[in-house]
């Protein structure tokens, strides 16, 4: 009859055991998973600052290089506002400069330079109609150089 008695103390005992280890194992995946979603989503945020991706929709993108402007030439309406992405292309171990560049209109006033490998988005609105010089006067020439100018 002890045999019995202990049976069910034991049987209790072991019920205890396997709800514990089927609870910990639950909450060890549970932290798995979560882990891994915060580290993905991280990565997708670090990815997305270090490109510094913009984030204006409908932004015209110049991208400039040492090899000039491109596109060399905007269109857009006086009185409304144009969003503008400026992309550079150059890394900080670009020779001329440090892989800075600029983007200027003098006869609208703007005036913006950009760290190498970086993107920016830059709205105006010109004031008045007109034909107007873009340039870079950091680098590869400066403004004498036809690619450095649109």
Known sequence: ?????????????????QARGVGSRRALAFGLIASVVLALA???????????????????????????????????????????????????????GGGWHQFAIDDLGIDVKLPPSKTQDFTFTAAKSGNFEFYCDVCCGGRENPSMQG
């Open 1 to 17: 009859m002890p045999a019995q008695s202990a049976s069910p103390r034991n049987s209790r005992r072991r019920r205890v055991r």
């Open 42 to 96: 991280g990565y997708l945020l670090l990815s997305a600052f270090e490109r510094g991706e913009p984030t204006s929709p409908g932004a015209l993108t110049i991208e400039f290089s040492m090899s000039g402007f491109s596109p060399s030439r905007l269109v857009a309406r006086a009185g409304e506002p144009v969003t503008l992405r400026l992309v550079n292309k150059d890394s900080k171990f670009h020779t001329d």
